[in-house]
């Protein structure tokens, strides 16, 4: 029977932690020390995949015979990508500029050991429909969250009724992790 190899989460977001504890019992979490890319030559989807790659293989290169999941989670409208905001400033920015219309959430996911090399990196998309907000409910909304350290500024899973109206495609998706696809991939692993 073939032993399966450990499991390590590479973040330190408890809302990864949160869902991957739904699909694999047992996993530990390290914390990649890499910069993350906002190219403005890359595509949102593109920028979330190398971005889950390069946290993943930041960890794996210290234990090559674990499996790594690396995960990535982008906003954006159009080409334009909406990252963890500096402030609540840039924050209320955000949501101002999300107000009343569909966004796209992208998570980039990578999937990697380095003994034997395997690697499958996928993203999924999801769009969020962004109820009109105006500065008194935008304000409302961040007094009651802590956006920053949440790519575009929010939380679905925090007060996410306040200001969402409609989602088309994974909730989890935009949480963090898309864990109907994760699960899909870790069976075929």
């Known amino acids: 029977m073939k032993r399966k190899p450990k499991i390590i989460l590479a973040s330190q977001s408890p809302r990864r932690q949160m869902l ?3 699909l694999v019992s047992k996993f530990e979490c390290e914390v990649p020390e890499v910069e993350e890319t906002a190219s403005r030559h890359l595509t949102p989807n593109e920028i979330a995949k190398t971005n889950a790659h ?12 674990a499996l790594v999941i690396g995960s ?3 906003v954006a409208l159009g080409a334009k990508t909406f990252a963890k905001p500096k402030d609540l400033q840039e924050a209320a920015r955000f949501l101002k500029r999300l107000s009343g219309k569909t966004h796209q959430v992208i998570t980039g996911v990578s999937l990697l050991s380095l ?5 499958k990196l996928f993203s999924e998309t999801t769009h969020v429909g962004f109820q009109r907000l105006n500065d008194q409910s935008i304000l409302e909304y961040l007094s009651m969250i802590n956006p920053l350290d ?4 929010y939380a679905i899973q925090e ?11 994974s909730y989890t998706n935009v949480v963090g992790l898309p864990m109907e696809r994760l699960r899909e991939e870790l069976k075929l692993w």
């Not at 390069?54 to 015979?65: D, V």
């Open 72 to 74: 990535d989670t982008v």
């Open 20 to 22: 991957l504890k739904r």
């Open 150 to 153: 949440k790519a575009g500024g």
């Open 159 to 169: 007060h996410g009724e306040w200001i969402i109206g409609e989602i088309f495609g």
């Open 54 to 65: 390069r946290k993943a293989l930041a960890i794996a290169q210290k234990h090559p015979k």
């Open 115 to 119: 003994e034997p090399l395997r690697v």
